[in-house]
């Protein structure tokens, strides 16, 4: 899912390609995506842009007349710039949204159509669409510390929750962890202030730093290659390779549609965390520390 560094440098590039553009055309491929009536969709259609911004991991479009589409590309969901009227892919094209200069394609590689698109009209019924979460890159310490210990979660699902901190998801939480050298199931509410700081200064250098690589990446042209899986990553989708801290094998935990990544040396102190599934069915035989894991490695 793009997640705050995605997304910004989406926004950058759709606000140099098409601010002050007009939207002569949207063409839908799926009925699934336009998940609002009033206004109607074809309302933006004529419409100039007059901007981007952004709502946690999500798009807002600002059009004149106090018009504005927020779109979700949830999992799956990717943004092309192409060709004036590319047709849409039966398969995976969701919608195309046609200028003069260009069709903005939107996709979603995925059966699970879940990538979504309101219009509304008026910044009330935009502030309706934002969940509240904190933009850490424009926070103090303190405001970053009473929105982690607002609820008493594990740091993972603290980070992720658009409600607490705005833009962070399941990839770039897990490199966050990491750099902080955190454990993802730590409570909040056992984090002391000390961890707190390194916490919220491993947010901003990693927002900042992968932000800056995608930009650097993408230059002048438009993000073709947006996904979660990057080489440069310190572990997240990087199991069973060595960390590059530490040098023993990444962990993982799987979960629902995702994995969380983690180094157990760096972040658990060796403790190997229980896999929800597979500890089930080892029961007293799965390994509690990555010594015992290397140790049966080595028998086997």
Same mark, same amino acid.
């Given at each position: ?12 590039? #759709?606000? !140099? ?6 939207? =002569?055309? +949207?063409?839908? &491929? /799926?009925?699934?995506?336009?998940? %609002? ?56 094209? #969701?919608? !195309? ?6 069709? =903005?394609? +939107?996709?979603? &590689? /995925?059966?699970?159509?879940?990538? %979504? ?184």
């Amino acid at each position: 899912m793009p997640e705050l560094p995605d997304v910004a440098v989406y926004i950058e590039r #759709l606000q !140099a390609l098409l601010k002050g553009e007009v939207l =002569l055309e +949207l063409r839908l &491929a /799926s009925p699934f995506l336009v998940r %609002s009536y009033d206004p109607p969709v074809s309302s933006i259609e004529g419409k100039r842009v007059v901007g981007f911004r952004r709502i946690d991991k999500r798009i807002v479009w600002e059009f004149e007349d106090d018009l504005f589409a927020v779109l979700h590309l949830m999992i799956a969901g990717r943004l092309r710039w192409k060709a004036p009227g590319v047709s849409v892919s039966r398969k995976v094209g #969701l919608a !195309a949204f046609d200028f003069e200069a260009g069709s =903005l394609l +939107l996709t979603e &590689a /995925s059966t699970k159509k879940r990538a %979504s698109l309101y219009v509304v009209r008026g910044e009330a019924a935009l502030d309706a669409h934002d969940r509240g979460g904190l933009e850490v890159m424009e926070a103090t310490l303190s405001e970053f510390s009473a929105a982690i210990r607002r609820r008493n979660h594990t740091l993972k699902r603290a980070l992720t929750d658009q409600t607490l901190l705005s833009g962070i998801g399941n990839a770039y939480s897990d490199e966050i962890l990491h750099r902080a050298r955190l454990s993802p199931i730590r409570w909040t509410s056992r984090l002391d202030d000390a961890g707190i700081a390194r916490l919220f200064e491993a947010t901003r250098a990693i927002i900042t730093d992968w932000t800056e690589r995608f930009r650097e990446e993408v230059g002048d042209g438009f993000p073709d290659k947006v996904t979660a899986f990057r080489p440069q990553m310190a572990v997240h989708g990087k199991y069973g390779e060595p960390c590059p801290v530490c040098g023993k094998p990444v962990q993982r935990i799987r979960y629902a549609d995702n994995e969380m990544n983690y180094c157990a040396l760096c972040q658990t102190d060796g403790k190997l965390l229980a896999d929800r599934s597979l500890s089930r069915l080892m029961k007293k035989d799965w390994p509690r520390t990555l010594d015992e894991l290397e140790e049966r490695k080595g028998k086997g």
